[in-house]
C-alpha cells in the first residue's frame, strides 16, 4: 500500500504556473515539477474539495490540474506551452 499525500494549493500552482523571473519561486517551480515527474507514483494523492475550488480560480490558460482519467486517486498536471 502506497502512503497518502493531501497536496495542498501551491502544488497545482507551481505546477501549471507560467515560468517565474525570480530565481526563488522558479527553484520552488522547477523543484516541484521534478518531484512530480519522479516521485508522485509513489504516493496516493488526495486535494481536498477546497483546494480544488481554488484551484479552479486560477488561470486556466496556464494549465490545468485533475484526476487523471478513470481514476479519482491519481491526478496529472498538464501547462500550456
Known sequence: MKPKVYLETTIPSLLTAWPS?????AGQQQATRDWWKQRRHRY?????????KEVERGDRSCGTFAPAKGSPRRWSAHRTN
Open 21 to 25: 523571473r525570480d530565481v526563488l519561486i
Open 44 to 52: 496516493e494523492l488526495y486535494v481536498s474539495v477546497l483546494v480544488m
